[in-house]
């Protein structure tokens, strides 16, 4: 099974032992933002995400790796 973005982004912080704190500081964002990114309630822009994988230490596509993809046709 996938995992959501939230909780890869959860993921990604807790194997590099990370805080919700250094983070949002790291990506310029609030942690409130981090918080709920990381609990679904929200996505972050392509310019927040790009910023998340800079304060992770990765690449974009890796933050996303293993994230279903976004369903389009959500109506039917």
């Known amino acids: 099974m996938s995992e959501t973005l939230g909780q890869r982004l959860r993921a990604l912080r807790m ?15 609030s942690v409130t933002f981090v918080n709920d990114m990381e609990h679904d309630r929200t996505n972050p822009s392509l310019d927040t995400l790009v910023r998340l994988a800079i304060a992770y230490d990765v690449q974009a596509v ?9 369903d389009l046709d959500s109506s039917a």
Do not use: F, K, M, S
Not at 62 to 70: A, Q
């Open 15 to 29: 194997e590099r032992g990370h805080t919700q704190v250094a983070i949002a500081a790291a990506a310029g964002i």
């Open 62 to 70: 890796d933050v996303l790796r293993g994230v279903p993809p976004y």
